[in-house]
T-cell receptor, first 115, second 113 residues
Framework: AQKITQTQPGMFVQEKEAVTLDCTYD???????LFWYKQPSSGEMIFLIY??????QNATEGRYSLNFQKARKSANLVISASQLGDSAMYFC????????????FGKGTRLSVIA | KAGVTQTPRYLIKTRGQQVTLSCSPI?????VSWYQQTPGQGLQFLFE???????NKGNFPGRFSGRQFSNSRSEMNVSTLELGDSALYLC????????????FGSGTRLTVV
């Protein structure tokens, strides 16, 4: 079964607007971490934001926030005030358990920011 | 501080050959993981090394192997290359325990012809 599902292969957003990228996950482990990465055309995976399963508040990092709905098993990324440089692939990932288990990635969403 | 360094950036090999990719983690990071990224399969975990020991392994054939040296630098090797091995190979490093996932390198793009 797929552990991370990103249902939007591609998204367009107007510059300066906000955009939400969807991510749902599947795990039976009560302890897990959720991550979002950005991958520009250069190929490097850039860490954006992290949410722990026990965190009470939604994570925020600058223009990035994570809308964490635990009961629905969803961890959507919200990018506010989109910039042209935000155009990239965005990946949601999960790590289960307390130890150093591997990250499992979704298929990604390609975001295109339009001027 | 220097990031994760992967060499080479690009590589073209012929079917049947073998290839070795290198990854230098961030100073102080002892865990190194390798991922394969293809358009069809997405990002798939290959293996993870910690203190020169393989700690986790993904579902890849034995042609894929790796190792880690005492300075935490890691290499991965693919023997008897197949066309389907063409991919972006990403290396990532992390400290012992982290809530911030891994720091990735820019990857090695391998093309098998």
């Amino acid at each position: 079964a797929q552990k991370i599902t990103q249902t939007q292969p591609g998204m367009f957003v107007q510059e300066k607007e906000a955009v939400t990228l969807d991510c749902t996950y599947d795990t039976s482990d009560p302890s897990y971490g959720l991550f979002w990465y950005k991958q520009p055309s250069s190929g490097e995976m850039i860490f954006l934001i992290y949410q722990g399963s026990y965190d009470q508040q939604n994570a925020t990092e600058g223009r990035y926030s994570l809308n964490f709905q635990k009961a629905r098993k969803s961890a959507n990324l919200v990018i506010s005030a989109s910039q042209l440089g935000d155009s990239a692939m965005y990946f949601c990932a999960m790590r289960e358990g307390e130890g150093n288990t591997p990250l499992v990635f979704g298929k990604g969403t390609r975001l295109s920011v339009i001027a | 501080k220097a990031g994760v360094t992967q060499t080479p950036r690009y590589l073209i090999k012929t079917r049947g050959q073998q290839v070795t990719l290198s990854c230098s983690p961030i100073s102080g990071h002892r865990s190194v993981s390798w991922y394969q990224q293809t358009p069809g399969q997405g990002l798939q975990f290959l293996f993870e090394y910690f203190s020169e020991t393989q700690r986790n392994k993904g579902n890849f054939p034995g042609r894929f192997s790796g190792r880690q040296f005492s300075n935490s630098r890691s290499e991965m090797n693919v023997s008897t290359l197949e066309l389907g091995d063409s991919a972006l190979y990403l290396c990532a490093s992390s400290p012992l325990r982290t809530n911030y996932g891994y720091t990735f390198g820019s990857g090695t793009r391998l093309t098998v012809v």
